[in-house]
């Protein structure tokens, strides 16, 4: 691979060294030796960075670089990733799942239009029973797992995937003009808000709107019902020249439309593996705003 060698070098040495098969180990804290079974029922405390490492069984991952991780219900599945191996290392499209409460995994032998093998992509849960996969960056031609060099150079990604979890079956979403490609972004989906102004609205949404820097708004959220009334946020990543990208995308899922933000003066959302969380219980305002927001509710 031609991009962050050096990076992906030390992440997959990294990787080798505390890898352990049929164990599920948290990213927080040092590793932790295997427990018994009545030790590893305790609960993790996040306040104390506290991690536990549980047993599993059945057929887990190989040791991946950039895959990605997404929890939908009681369910976890780990998509994409390069496998570590100091002889062969490849890129992969396989589909992992792990039943939570039986620290089972299942490789899931999926059907459809399998997104090309990939790494450092996002994948985001979309209601109870789909997954979105975006970006990321993927072998030139769109090799197989099993025929990719270890040599073979890649492209970024732009393209949209479905996965409709009951079915196990791909669906590649035809999106029109697309963002840039990137990859190492971060992405979340979140419900669309719908701006409502009509004679039929409920009194609850008439606000007194006084002139001036931040005018009230209301708004409806649109209910997630797994074929679309969403929005996927894509935030920071790299394109194929490793420049960060300051644009923040949004592919509506109803309408399988992109729209893109323009560049924030003097403000930078570039942004290298981040995080992005939807905030949709919490007014932005009260961000920040300490113990006293809380006491006002």
């Known amino acids: 691979m031609s991009k962050r060698d050096d990076y992906e070098s030390s992440s997959e040495m990294d990787a080798m060294s505390h890898a352990s098969d049929h164990h599920i180990r948290s990213a927080a804290g040092s590793p932790v030796p295997p427990q018994t079974p009545s030790a590893t029922s305790a609960t993790a405390n996040l306040s104390g960075l506290v991690c536990n490492v549980h047993r599993t069984t059945g057929r887990e991952p190989h040791p991946l670089v950039g895959a990605t991780t997404t929890i939908l219900g009681d369910k976890m599945y780990v998509f994409g990733g390069r496998k570590i191996s100091k002889s062969r290392p490849t890129l992969t499209s396989d589909l992992y799942e792990l039943d939570l409460p039986r620290r089972h995994w299942s490789k899931i032998e999926t059907k459809g239009d399998v997104p090309p093998p990939r790494y450092f992509h996002s994948v985001c849960a979309l209601g109870d029973n789909k997954l979105v996969c975006y970006g990321g960056m993927s072998p030139e031609g769109?090799?197989?797992?099993?025929?990719e060099s270890p040599d073979a150079q890649v492209s970024v990604m732009s393209d949209v995937h479905i996965y409709d979890i009951p079915s196990h079956t791909w669906t590649r979403i035809s999106t029109g003009e697309a963002p840039q490609g990137?990859?190492?972004?971060?992405?979340?989906?979140?419900?669309?808000?719908?701006?409502?102004a009509s004679s039929n609205a409920p009194l609850s949404a008439i606000h007194h709107n006084p002139s001036g820097d931040q005018p009230n708004t209301g708004s409806i959220g649109v209910e997630l019902d797994g074929r679309g009334g969403a929005e996927m946020i894509v935030v920071g990543g790299q394109d194929s020249g490793n420049h960060y990208i300051e644009q923040i995308s949004v592919f509506n899922l109803r309408s399988l439309k992109w729209t893109s933000t323009k560049p924030i003066g003097g403000r930078s959302c570039g942004a290298y593996r981040s995080v992005v969380t939807p905030l949709v219980s919490m007014e932005s305002t009260k961000v920040g705003a300490g113990h006293e927001a809380s006491m006002d509710d």
């Open 142 to 147: 769109g090799p197989t797992a099993q025929n």
């Open 182 to 196: 990137r990859y190492a972004h971060c992405a979340a989906i979140l419900p669309s808000g719908a701006v409502f």
